[in-house]
C-alpha cells in the first residue's frame, strides 16, 4: 500500500496540474476526468479529485456533491461520446488509498459473456494501453464535448 501523499493517483493529479499527462480530458469543478490506462473498456474514464483526498467521505458536504454531480456529468459525455447504453461507476481506493472513480461506457455489442459482467470481469492485461495514435480520435471527441457536460471550476484570484 501507498504511503499517504504519494500513491498514482497524487503523482497522476501533479502531472496533470503541470500538464503533463496525455489522457487528459477536462479540467471540472472537482477535479480531472482523464482517459484510463489501459482502455480495458474503450472510453473506460477515471474521475480525479483536485486537490486528493483520502476518500469521498474526507470531503466536505459541498465538495463532495460537486465531486458527485460531476461523476454523473461524466457519465453523461461518455453517453453523449461513445454511444453507450449505460456507464457503469466505481469506486474502491483499496490498492491506491486516495479518491478516485472509475466510469465504463457499457455497449449492447460486448462478447456475450461479457455484457452483465463487471468491468474487472475483462482481462486488464490484454487491454491496449492508451496510446494517442489509436485513441485520438475517442480523446478529441470527448474533449470537445466536455465542457457542454462538465463546467471549469471558477477561476480563482
Known sequence: MSAPGDTAIHRRVAALRAGGDPTVVARAQSGWLVLGDPQVIPGYCLLLPDPVVADLNALAAPRRG???????????????????TRVNYAIFGNLEPALHAHL???????????????????????????DPGRHGAL??????????????PPERD
Open 66 to 84: 460537486a465531486y458527485l454531480a460531476d461523476l454523473a456529468a461524466a457519465g453523461d459525455l461518455l453517453l453523449d461520446v461513445t454511444g453507450a
Open 104 to 130: 465504463f461506457p457499457r455497449r449492447g455489442d460486448e462478447p456475450p459473456p461479457l455484457r452483465t459482467a463487471q468491468p474487472w470481469a475483462w482481462d486488464w492485461q490484454a487491454a491496449p494501453r492508451f
Open 139 to 152: 480523446l478529441g471527441r470527448l474533449r470537445a464535448r466536455a465542457p457542454a457536460h462538465l463546467p471549469p
